[in-house]
């Protein structure tokens, strides 16, 4: 069975653009959140969507946003990017909104 | 405020030894408490959780001691291993939403 997979792997923008992140879950997974990793730290929650619903969202601005698309995949978008927004950027599925989650492998985003 | 704080920053241990990570957490509201181990370059990945309803889980190597009180729990590793080496983060959260401590570099010494 596939893990969860996140595109693309690796990324670098420019200040003030525009990023958009890809998940998909385990097959059979409805609940999907987004975590914020800043290199030494431990991940920061962003987002949860469960049932193509947003659930709870981080301590993040406006210039964070997500939805959950009815195969239950999921984009995380950032607008304006500034150069703290650098940092690899993890999703993150449960079969149910309180299980534990199964990570995937990031996206690390380099903000220059 | 930090909702989660964890201990040590970083931990050596000689290979057959026990590895001890603590975790203290706030919010009474928390009924997740999971571990999860990362290696460089790879995303979190979950060894063990329990919740408030248990004071010990064992999985293989792996035992969680909680203690609801104290708001404090703690990852024991049995029979230390080089390939342990990895950092490990503790969290907790209630409905999926997960707060992460700031996490445990462990060197495991051949």
């Known amino acids: 069975d596939a893990g969860v997979t996140q595109s693309p792997t690796h990324l670098i923008k420019t200040r003030g653009q525009q990023v958009t992140l890809r998940c998909s879950p385990i097959?059979?997974?409805?609940?999907v959140s987004w975590y914020q990793q800043v290199l030494g730290q431990g991940p920061q929650f962003i987002f949860q969507?469960?049932?193509?619903?947003?659930?709870g969202r981080g301590n993040f601005p406006d210039r964070f946003s997500a939805r959950q698309f009815p195969n239950y995949s999921s984009e995380l978008n950032v607008n304006a990017l500034l150069l703290g927004d650098s940092a690899l950027y993890l999703c993150a599925s449960s079969l149910y909104r309180a299980d534990g989650y199964t990570f995937g492998s990031g996206t690390r985003l380099t903000v220059v | 405020q930090q909702q989660v704080k964890q201990s040590p920053q970083s931990l050596i241990v000689q290979k057959g030894g026990i590895s001890i990570i603590n975790c203290a957490y706030e919010?009474?509201?928390?009924?997740?408490f999971p571990w999860y181990q990362q290696f460089p370059g790879k995303g979190p990945a979950l060894l063990i959780a329990i919740r408030p309803d248990v004071s010990e889980k064992k999985e293989g190597r792996f035992t969680i001691s909680f203690n609801k009180s104290a708001k404090q729990f703690s990852l024991h590793i049995m029979d230390s291993q080089p390939g342990d080496s990895a950092t490990y983060f503790c969290a907790a959260g209630f409905r999926g939403q997960f707060y992460f401590g700031t996490g445990t570099s462990l060197t495991v010494i051949p």
């Open positions: 097959s059979g997974h409805k609940s």
């Open positions: 969507y469960y049932e193509k619903e947003e659930r």
């Open positions: 919010n009474t509201a928390f009924d997740y």
